[in-house]
């Protein structure tokens, strides 16, 4: 079996400053997102189950200046090998663009039996990236799956539907997008990094997945991203200390914070 | 077990510059760091002198991403109700090769560990090393979780508190007497304006020293370096004057007070707090160091006890990359020679016959001195009082200048106590 695990780099956000409003990211490093390690930890699962499986980490490369360092990480984790795919066009590409790159990239690999996708980026997280690759590449799709087993006509992965859980039974090959439930990513072990950096790693750019600058440009264009403003209350509260408990609970309770 | 010809126990300055020399020279170096990334889980009060280690790896600190060279020197004396400040520029310090920078480690040693892997090194982050591993007396590789690596050779530069070497019997756990804690804001400000209230031409920087009230006498002082950017303001305090003052103050107040104070106020209004960090400080000078090197390891930075109060600066950054140096230029020797055994006592020889342990040599008693507080509170006070008197004017007949001085003179600097202490500074 092959896995293919499109995964995403995007700045740390802890270490996101807000400035003016503006998140400051000059020096931020990038790291690989949480939910594109649980996608990577299903593959890995899924290879351990299987057995005979390659797991393929592919990145499109959106201005992370160390991404083959970012990179190492879905290696260290187990990932036999990684695609990186590195173009000026990307940077700025939107679902579209980078739902289109990634289907290529993946039929240049040579196709896989089954794609898994973090349910949402960290940063972005429209979620849309996912679904369009499955249509793109013209195979059904599972979104937000909290369990993957190995079996019926391919594969059988969870849902949870809030009151009930589904099952379904797919054949391959498949897109999947996993839920963060669905596991506890790994943490790489010293041995494992040491062995990362002698994993093959490939490099492409647009031109290599048969795509031009073009055929990526946006749809859509982002007008302003701004941190949320919020005004704290300032109430201050007076009288003796059981008069201002009485009027902070009170106040609490009004604001939903405690329930009455 | 997996080998590799070094491993190099924390990504500081000292592991940093070990890896890099070694890695230059083609060695298999493994530096292992327990942060996120190197510099993610260091400080400093702001300030490297480049001058004592400039002819380590010249090539480096040409595109070294330093903050400012400092040009500029003040010092204040904070008593009761006044600030004395003496404002230091000499043309050289404003001339390359600069002597000193202002730095922010979490820039500084990341873009070391770059060049460490440029060279080929390998820097893995996020892992921390538990143990030494040990046959009979000698070191021979780490465990780190599950894994064991060997190695020939184990650098250890894990920082002051040095637990993986006490773990493995190498050194005692150092007293909090011998130390002192130092806690410092990066406040935000314009480049502008930070020129203006430092009196700097663009891209130089200044070096601002505080004593006396700042430490409410304790045996310490306030700190404050200016970056491109922001500013480093701080405080370092010895742990034992902290610990055993009797009205007990809550020394995180002290940075507070320091910032309220009339004459640091207006030098830091409007700088936005983006950084609070905090951390420990050797303050045992020579006798804070313990054995450099035994069989199959070599001891380097914080790790072996190489901070130095030196009153006027406490230095640490320049003797982490210059043990680190002399440690990775023994093992390449050692190497070229096959004779590991003489890796030890070369590194040991290259730090006794260079200004690393001769400034430690040199400053031996300047601890003895600074245990004094009149220091921290009575010399401060006794300068503003001087100088109150001077400028002093009102609706009574004047003294004359020298009465002035004298008076203030004979009262408190010529008296046997102060007698006794400036015999005493001669031996620092």
Redesign the interface.
């Known amino acids: 079996m092959k896995i293919i695990v499109p995964v995403k780099t995007n700045p740390?956000l802890q270490m996101v400053?807000i400035k003016n409003r503006q998140p400051v990211l000059e020096?931020v490093?990038y790291i690989l997102g949480d939910l594109d390690k649980n996608a990577v930890e299903a593959a890995l699962q899924l290879q351990a189950e299987a057995g005979d499986t390659q797991v393929i980490a592919l990145t499109l490369n959106q201005g992370n200046r160390k991404i083959k360092d970012t990179m190492k990480e879905a290696l260290a984790m187990g990932a036999d090998e990684a695609y990186i795919v590195t173009d000026d066009a990307l940077v700025d590409t939107d679902q579209a663009g980078k739902a289109l790159a990634i289907a290529k990239a993946i039929e240049t690999i040579g196709g896989a039996d089954v794609i898994i996708f973090g349910e949402g980026s960290h940063d972005g997280y429209s979620g849309q990236v996912g679904p369009r690759v499955a249509e793109l590449l013209g195979v059904p799709e599972i979104g937000f799956a909290r369990k993957l087993t190995p079996g019926g006509p391919g594969i059988q992965a969870e849902r949870s539907m809030g009151d009930f859980i589904e099952v379904l039974e797919a054949p391959l090959p498949i897109v999947i997008t996993v839920a963060s439930e669905i596991n506890e990513p790994r943490?790489p072990?010293?041995?494992n990094?040491?062995k990362a950096?002698k994993k093959p790693s490939t490099d492409w750019t647009l031109a290599d997945l048969g795509l031009e600058a073009a055929d990526v440009a946006p749809k859509n264009k982002i007008l302003s991203n701004l941190a949320e403003e919020q005004d704290r209350k300032n109430i201050m509260l007076e009288g003796d200390v059981n008069a201002q408990v009485a009027a902070l609970i009170d106040a609490l309770t009004r604001e939903g914070v405690l329930e009455a | 077990m997996?080998k590799v010809d070094v491993i190099v126990v924390g990504g500081g300055l000292a592991g940093l510059s070990a890896a890099y020399g070694l890695a230059a020279e083609g060695l298999e170096v493994?530096l292992?760091e327990r942060g996120?990334?190197s510099g993610a889980k260091n400080v400093t009060g702001g300030r490297l002198y480049v001058s004592p280690i400039r002819n380590m790896y010249p090539e480096l600190w040409e595109d070294a991403p330093f903050e400012r060279p400092v040009t500029r020197e003040f010092i204040t004396l904070m008593g009761e109700g006044n600030s004395t400040t003496i404002e230091f520029a000499a043309d050289k310090f404003a001339a390359q090769p600069y002597q000193s920078y202002t730095v922010l480690r979490?820039?500084f040693d990341l873009w070391l560990s770059e060049q460490v892997m440029e060279k080929g090194g390998?820097v893995?982050v996020?892992?921390r090393v538990d143990d030494l591993i040990k046959e009979g007396d000698k070191v021979i590789g780490i465990r780190?979780?599950?894994?064991e690596?060997g190695a020939d050779i184990t650098i250890i530069a894990e920082g002051v508190l040095g637990l993986v070497a006490n773990k493995a019997g190498l050194r005692e756990l150092p007293s909090w007497k011998d130390h002192a804690v130092g806690f410092k804001e990066t406040l935000e400000l314009p480049k502008e304006v930070i020129d203006n209230r430092w009196h700097l031409a663009p891209d130089e920087g200044a070096a601002h020293l505080f004593m006396g009230g700042v430490t409410k006498g304790m045996l310490g002082g306030g700190f404050l370096y200016t970056n491109k950017e922001s500013i480093s303001l701080g405080i370092v305090l010895g742990m034992k004057d902290a610990k055993e003052r009797v009205d007990k103050i809550d020394i995180y107040t002290l940075l507070d007070d320091f910032k309220a104070n009339p004459t640091i106020a207006p030098l830091v209004a409007d700088g936005e707090l983006?950084e609070y960090s905090a951390h420990v400080i050797s303050e045992a000078g020579l006798s804070g160091i313990p054995q450099l090197w035994g069989d199959g390891y070599l001891m380097t930075g914080d790790a072996a006890g190489l901070a130095l109060n030196q009153l006027y600066t406490v230095r640490g950054m320049d003797f982490a990359v210059a043990s680190g140096y002399y440690a990775a230029q023994a093992i390449i020797e050692g190497k070229k020679q096959n004779d590991l055994d003489a890796v030890g006592p070369a590194y040991e020889k290259m730090m006794k016959e260079s200004w690393v342990l001769k400034d430690f040599e040199t400053a031996k008693n300047i601890l003895h001195f600074i245990e004094n507080p009149r220091i921290f509170s009575h010399y401060p006070n006794a300068v503003g009082r001087l100088f109150d008197r001077v400028f002093t004017l009102n609706d009574q007949p004047t003294d004359s200048i020298y009465t002035k001085v004298m008076s203030s003179v004979k009262k408190d600097f010529m008296n046997v106590t102060t007698a006794k202490e400036l015999l005493g500074m001669r031996k620092i």
């Open positions: 740390d400053r020096a490093p943490i072990t010293l041995m990094i040491m950096g | 997996e493994i292992i996120d990334y979490a820039t390998m893995i996020k892992q780190a979780g599950e894994d690596i983006v």
